[in-house]
T-cell receptor
Framework: GAVVSQHPSRVICKSGTSVKIECRSLDFQATTMFWYRQFPKQSLMLMATSNEGSKATYEQGVEKDKFLINHASLTLSTLTVTSAHPEDSSFYIC??????????????FGPGTRLLVL | GQQLNQSPQSMFIQEGEDVSMNCTSSSIFNTWLWYKQDPGEGPVLLIALYKAGELTSNGRLTAQFGITRKDSFLNISASIPSDVGIYFCAGSIQGAQKLVFGQGTRLTINP
């Protein structure tokens, strides 16, 4: 299957600082990527849909000024958590949409980024 | 909005047993995907289904896209310790970009 990477895998930061997480599709081009947040023992919660070359679409209740998304190329989307606070501590996972399988779409996930805000 | 009901929420089985889990939706889906997530990792795609009635296998895993297009099941035969993890179903409707996820099935295997 296709490979999606995330960097960093783990980050610890002080309250009030900003943190950038990168999501890359390594062997395919992804016009659409997605950012999820996952709390312990829960399912994935979609935060936003990232479209290459256009503004991201945020889910209801997700602050777009708090979680800045940039999808500047067909293989890279970034999520910046601005002015992070302890309640932003979570597991953030990206996925990339792949159409290369004969026209059928699939989403491949990155390995996730564990954010801890002190 | 669309919701997926995944069951069971958890399973405790003996090594070697077969496992079955399923997802149902209130809407018609045109894609069903099954993922496995290990602790601290991102979900890994197991099986993708695109046609009603489609039955697809991946090793000891078998999944089917229900005829009504509102359900899907995943079977694991002869379970082994590395099958432990959380299994998620996910689906999308025609024309929608995003996936809807089930709540997950946590599989625990007693050796």
């Amino acid at each position: 299957g296709a490979v999606v990477s995330q960097h960093p895998s783990r980050v610890i930061c002080k309250s009030g600082t900003s943190v950038k997480i990168e999501c890359r599709s390594l062997d395919f081009q992804a016009t659409t990527m997605f950012w999820y947040r996952q709390f312990p023992k829960q399912s994935l919660m979609l935060m936003a849909t990232s479209n290459e070359g256009s503004k991201a679409t945020y889910e209801q209740g997700v602050e777009k000024d708090k979680f800045l998304i940039n999808h500047a190329s067909l293989t890279l989307s970034t999520l910046t958590v601005t002015s992070a606070h302890p309640e932003d501590s979570s597991f953030y996972i990206c996925s990339a949409r792949d159409y290369s399988g004969g026209g059928f779409e699939t989403q491949y996930f990155g390995p996730g980024t564990r954010l801890l805000v002190l | 909005g669309q919701q997926l009901n995944q069951s069971p929420q958890s399973m405790f089985i003996q090594e070697g047993e077969d496992v079955s889990m399923n997802c149902t939706s209130s809407s018609i889906f045109n894609t069903w995907l099954w993922y496995k997530q290990d602790p601290g990792e991102g979900p890994v795609l197991l099986i993708a289904l695109y046609k009603a009635g489609e039955l697809t296998s991946n090793g000891r895993l078998t999944a089917q896209f229900g005829i009504t297009r509102k359900d899907s099941f995943l079977n694991i035969s002869a379970s082994i310790p590395s099958d432990v993890g959380i299994y998620f179903c996910a689906g999308s409707i025609q024309g929608a970009q995003k996936l809807v996820f089930g709540q997950g099935t946590r599989l625990t295997i007693n050796p």
